[in-house]
C-alpha cells in the first residue's frame, strides 16, 4: 500500500534533547538503569520540587471546579501580576501587554506566525535552544546563528551580529541566562545590543528569560528594561525558576517604546484568540507562585549552583573535558578536547550511553557548526550522582584515548 507522506515541514523537525532519549528507551527496556543528564526538567531530579503552595493553589482549583475555559490572553489576575512581576524588573508593563500561553513554546510559535513571511530571517545564538532553528522555517523563514564566544565565557560576538543585521531580519533572539551554554549578558552587553538593533526599525527582539531567576553571576538585568527604543517580547513562565515545567504555562510581554507593534499585537492577539486558552487550573497556580512567599527560590538556586560547582571540580580534573564556567540556567556545555571525539560528539553521545549507561545531548543538536565538538550536560542530579556520572565518563574517556592511540584510529 502507497504511504501517505507527511509535510516537509515536519520531517525537517530535529529536536535532538529529546531524540537521544529514543536509545536511552530501549537500553531501559532491555532492564539497564541510565543516568539522565539530559533534559533540563527539575522535577526528573531529587529535591526540587514544585512549591507545596502552588500545587495545593493548583488542587484546589481543580476541585472548586474551575475547570472551563480562561479568556484567550489569560486570567486577569494572572496577567496583572505577572505585569507587576515585570514591573519590579524595571519597566512599566501592563496587564494588557501580557499574554498566557501554554509554556513559552507556544508563545514562540505564536509570535513566528504573527511576524514571519517567505524569505525573513531570524538571528539566534549559536549554539541555541533547538526550537529557534526548528520553527521559523515552518513559516518560510530561515534561522541564521549568529556567534557566542566559545573561548570567552560564551559571550556575544558583536561584530558577527552587525555583519549579520539586514532588514529581512525580524527577529532577533536573545536567551539570556543561555541555553546550552549557561552564559549571561549583563547590562553593558544588553546596551551594545540594544544600539545595534536599534538601526533596524523591523527587527522585534525575542528576549527569551526564562532562566532569569537562576542567576548565579548577578548581572542578570531583564532586556525590556534597557530597552527605550527597540521592540521587546519578554518570554519566561512557569517552567524552570517556579519548577514546573509539566504544567505548561508561560507568557509573553510586550514592550513597545516606539509604537512600533500596533499591527503585531493584532496578529499575536488574532491567533491567540483562535487557539483559545491556556489552561486555567495550571493559570491558578502560577498565580500562587507569583503572588506567595518567594524566599524558596534562593534555597533552590543554591542547591543548583552547589551541584554545578562539582560539576567544575570534576571537570577541572578529568583529561579529554573543558569548560566555560557556566553563570546561569542548569545546564553546561562541555568542551570535549580529544581527537576522536572533537569532530564527532554524536558518537560520544551515543557510546557513552551504550557502554557507560549515562545520558547527555550531542552539542552538534544545539548548532551543526557552533555546537560541534561539545555536549550539553544538566547538573540538577543530587551530588552523588553527578560524581558516578563523572566517574563513568572519564573511564570512557581513558578507555577510548588508549584504544585510538593503539590503532591510530578506529
Ligand atoms: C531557552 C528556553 N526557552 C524556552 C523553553 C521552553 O519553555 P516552556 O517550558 O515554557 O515551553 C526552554 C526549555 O528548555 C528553554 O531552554
Redo the contacts with the bound molecule.
Keep these: 500500500m502507497a504511504e501517505i507522506p507527511s509535510s516537509k515541514r515536519a520531517s525537517n523537525i530535529e529536536y535532538a ?1 529529546r531524540d537521544v532519549v529514543v536509545p536511552a528507551t530501549e537500553l531501559e527496556s532491555q532492564g539497564h538503569s541510565i543516568i539522565k543528564l539530559n ?3 527539575p522535577i526528573a531530579y531529587p529535591g526540587l520540587p514544585t512549591p507545596s503552595h502552588m500545587v495545593d493553589a493548583f488542587s484546589k482549583a481543580l476541585s472548586e471546579g474551575r475547570n472551563g475555559y480562561s479568556p484567550s490572553y489569560g486570567l486577569p489576575e494572572l496577567r496583572t501580576a505577572i505585569a507587576q512581576d515585570e514591573t519590579r524588573k524595571g519597566w512599566n508593563a501592563q496587564p494588557k501587554d501580557v499574554y498566557v ?8 510559535q505564536i509570535v513566528f506566525q504573527a511576524t514571519l513571511e517567505e524569505g525573513h530571517q531570524v538571528l539566534a545564538p549559536g549554539p ?2 533547538p ?2 532553528m526548528a520553527y521559523p522555517q515552518m513559516y518560510g523563514a530561515e534561522t541564521i546563528e549568529y556567534e557566542l564566544k566559545s573561548n570567552d565565557g560564551w559571550t556575544l560576538n558583536f561584530e558577527d551580529i552587525e555583519s549579520k543585521m539586514n532588514d529581512d531580519v525580524r527577529l532577533f533572539v536573545l ?1 539570556n541566562p ?3 551554554t549557561g552564559s549571561v549578558a549583563g547590562s553593558s552587553d544588553i546596551d551594545r545590543l540594544l544600539s545595534i538593533l536599534e538601526k533596524w526599525p523591523n527587527c522585534i527582539l525575542i528576549a ?1 528569560e ?2 532569569d531567576g537562576l542567576d548565579f553571576s548577578g548581572r542578570h538585568v531583564s532586556a525590556a528594561s534597557l530597552s527605550h527604543t527597540v521592540p521587546v517580547l519578554t ?6 525558576v517556579y519548577y514546573a ?1 509539566g504544567w ?3 507568557y509573553m510581554a510586550i514592550h513597545d517604546p516606539i509604537l512600533s507593534l500596533v499591527s503585531v499585537r493584532d496578529g499575536l492577539e488574532r491567533i491567540l484568540r483562535s487557539r483559545l486558552c491556556a489552561s486555567t487550573p495550571a493559570q491558578i497556580g502560577f498565580l500562587a507562585g507569583l503572588e506567595q512567599d518567594r524566599s524558596w527560590m534562593k534555597q533552590y538556586s543554591e542547591t543548583v549552583k552547589e551541584r554545578r560547582d562539582v560539576c567544575l571540580s570534576r571537570i577541572a580534573e578529568i583529561e579529554g573535558l573543558e569548560v566555560q564556567n557556566p553563570e546561569g ?1 542548569f ?1 553546561m556545555f562541555v568542551k570535549l578536547t580529544d581527537e576522536r571525539w572533537s569532530n564527532d560528539d554524536k558518537a560520544f553521545v551515543l557510546q557513552l550511553l551504550h557502554e557507560q549507561h549515562v545520558l547527555v545531548v550531542h552539542g552538534s543538536g544545539f548548532s551543526s557548526e557552533k555546537g560541534k565538538g561539545h555536549f550539553r550536560l544538566v547538573f540538577l542530579p543530587d551530588v552523588e550522582t553527578l560524581n558516578i556520572a563523572f566517574d563513568r565518563i572519564d573511564t570512557f574517556l581513558q578507555k577510548h584515548r588508549i584504544l585510538y592511540t593503539k590503532t591510530a584510529k578506529y
Excluded at 500561553?101 to 514562540?108: M, S
Excluded at 518570554?235 to 524552570?240: I, Y
Design positions: 534533547i533534559i533540563g526538567d500561553c501554554h509554556g513559552v513554546t507556544e508563545a514562540l541555541h535552544y526550537p529557534y536567551i543561555n541555553n546550552p527569551d526564562i532562566y518570554m519566561n513562565g512557569v517552567s524552570k515545567p505548561r504555562i508561560g540556567a545546564y
